[in-house]
Every structure is written in structure tokens, then in C-alpha cells.
């Protein structure tokens, strides 16, 4: 069983919106570093956007200005809300989560390297 499960994925038109949620179950307490990452046909794996335990966020260049993350501690929770996507953005969106809180302090965003527990992901295809 996954340590994190997603969730929110699904087809949406160009130009649309999703709001992808994360249970990060005990990786969800503000000592974890939580990040979301993509894969998407014909490329690696890598980063979108991470946020410390703080809450607070650094983002990739794979898609910044078109996504915010967030996190409720509370709930043990992780969100990526979507906006403007593109067909380019179909493929499979993961979060996973690390001890490590620098790698969420990283500018250019959160590295595939060095997170430890990951969910299986959620499919996301964005048509034309």
C-alpha cells in the first residue's frame, strides 16, 4: 500500500482547472517536507512544486505561474490546484514526501532526488 494516496485527477479541457489533493496520512504533520512531482510521456520525472512545513512554497519552472500548492496540516493534506492546462500537462502527477525540509526551500523547486515516500499517482489528461 502506498504511503500517500492522490487523488483529483482527471480529463479536463485545454484551458481548464483541477484540483489535485494528496493524503500524506503521517507524512502530513509539519515535520515533512511534501512536494508534487509529474511524469508525462517521453520525459523524467520531475518537479512541480514543494512546500515546507511552514507552508511555505517553492515551484519549478514545469509549470509555475499556473499552479499554487498548499497543505493542511490538520488534515494531513496536500493540494495542487491547476489552472491553464495545456494537452502538454497529461500524465501522471505524484506526491511524495521527505524529512529533509531544504529540499522545499530549493528556488528552483523541489528536486526528484531525496524524497522518500511517495503516492502511486493520479492520472491527469488535459484535451485539445
Known amino acids: 500500500q502506498a504511503e500517500l494516496e492522490e487523488s483529483g485527477g482527471g480529463s479536463v479541457q485545454a484551458g481548464g482547472s483541477l484540483r489535485l489533493s494528496c493524503a500524506a496520512d503521517?507524512?502530513?504533520?509539519?515535520?515533512?517536507?511534501l512536494a508534487w512531482f509529474r511524469q508525462v510521456p517521453g520525459k523524467e520525472r520531475e518537479g512541480i512544486a514543494g512546500?515546507?512545513?511552514?507552508?511555505?512554497?517553492t515551484y519549478a519552472d514545469t509549470m509555475r505561474g499556473r499552479v499554487t500548492v498548499s497543505r493542511d496540516n490538520a488534515k494531513n493534506t496536500l493540494y495542487l490546484q491547476m489552472s491553464s492546462l495545456t494537452p502538454e500537462d497529461t500524465g501522471m502527477y505524484f506526491c511524495?514526501?521527505?524529512?529533509?525540509?531544504?529540499?522545499?526551500?530549493?528556488?528552483?523547486?523541489?528536486?526528484?532526488?531525496?524524497?522518500?515516500?511517495w503516492g502511486r499517482g493520479t492520472q491527469v489528461t488535459v484535451s485539445s
Open positions: 503521517r507524512y502530513g504533520n509539519s515535520a515533512y517536507c
Open positions: 512546500v515546507g512545513g511552514d507552508g511555505a512554497a
Open positions: 511524495a514526501a521527505t524529512l529533509f525540509e531544504r529540499l522545499c526551500q530549493d528556488p528552483r523547486g523541489p528536486p526528484t532526488r531525496g524524497f522518500g515516500y
